[in-house]
């Protein structure tokens, strides 16, 4: 139950090193709102809300429903201003800009800021924006056999190693 909440984040590392050289083939129920721990270390998740299973399915598509990117782009020069605005973003203190991008549109426009802006571009800033509200980051229910039947978690280690 939240194994890394009150590590600072070079001890975080650590467990998260410790625990993968030490899992080996094991199936591992790790309960947490953590995103980083889920990204870290869990290739299946299973979401519970008011004791009904609404969530059973791959890590990777439940942390891309659940996370969005801040961009953050320091530029010099009024050219450059109007074509962040013109994309979305907004203007901050000593040349930064801001704009929030889900895990699609990310990579696409990184690609464009660094074509457009080019030598105007100072600084680049990409961090994740966690957020476990369900309905707000789209992740459908996935429907089980039987919600309330958690028995499928002792399936072989290969196929449900790790799951949150």
Do not use: N
């Not at 270390?41 to 891309?64: S, W």
């Not at 530029?75 to 450059?80: D, K, N, P, Q, T």
């Not at 600084?123 to 509200?133: A, G, K, S, T, Y």
């Amino acid at each position: 139950d939240e194994p890394t909440g009150s590590l600072d984040p070079a001890t975080r590392q650590r467990f998260f090193q410790a625990l993968e050289e030490s899992v080996g083939g094991a199936t591992v129920v790790l309960c947490s709102h953590r995103l980083e721990e889920v990204r870290t270390l869990v290739d299946h998740v299973l979401v519970l809300e008011e004791g009904k299973l609404v969530h059973d399915g791959p890590a990777a598509a439940f942390l891309e429903a659940c996370t969005a990117y801040a961009i953050e782009v320091q530029v010099e020069g009024e050219l450059a201003g109007r074509w962040l605005a013109g994309k979305g973003f907004r203007p901050g203190a000593s040349g930064w800009w801001t704009r929030t991008a889900p895990p699609v549109e990310k990579r696409s426009l990184l690609r464009e800021v660094a074509r457009e802006l080019g030598a105007a571009m100072l600084d680049l800033e990409v961090r994740p924006i966690e957020e476990l509200d369900l309905a707000s980051a789209a992740v459908a229910p996935t429907p089980a056999a039987d919600p309330g039947d958690l028995a499928d978690l002792a399936g072989p280690p290969a196929a449900r190693r790790r799951h949150a």
